[in-house]
């Protein structure tokens, strides 16, 4: 793998999994053992059948959790700590072969980068809720399952593409978490003035 495939990977599975985590080392597994894809480093330990059927259990729990108002958010507290974890166990296993500094600075990062997407995910979901009901919920959760193996797809088959899709996703998540907390904190700050 090129060191730019690498970089891609990293980067852009760390992002996938502060979206969802299960399905992205589900598909990593999934599309190693199938031949797509060669894992580097310690990766390649996503495509054991025993990491595959957890994840892919795991991701089948999220994926009904995350399609019901309320449950979504609750689910996604939980992960504040799961994904950003998982973004950094990416970002070290990736570059295992490297230099244990630079292991520790790409932990780093791609821990950071999977905590924004997070927060990108959980802010949204949370603006969503204050208008409660299924449709968007559901439509809300397709298109962040959606995103995540897209984002995968181009990983595998278009390095190159991925890692600009990736940048513009980052500064996306950016924008997202700033205008999304605006608008949780205007509806809770409404709430208590009418309550007052």
Known sequence: MTNLGLLSLAL???WTSGINL???V???GISD??????????LEVFSHPL????A????LIEFFADKAPYVDSAWDSVHTFIRPLGGLAIG???????????QVAVG??????????HMAKATTRAAINTSPEPVTNVSASVVEDASVAGVLYLIIQHPLIAFFVIIALIVMSAFIIRFFFRFVKNIFSRRKTNKG
């Open 12 to 14: 852009g599975s760390s």
């Open 22 to 24: 299960y399905l992205t």
């Open 26 to 28: 589900a598909i990593l």
């Open 33 to 42: 053992r199938l031949g797509y894809i060669e894992l580097p480093g310690g």
């Open 51 to 54: 990491v595959i059927a957890v």
């Open 56 to 59: 892919v259990i795991l991701y």
């Open 92 to 102: 070290v296993l990736a570059f295992s072969e490297a230099a244990p500094h630079i």
């Open 108 to 117: 780093l990062l791609t821990g950071t980068l999977a905590l924004e997407s």
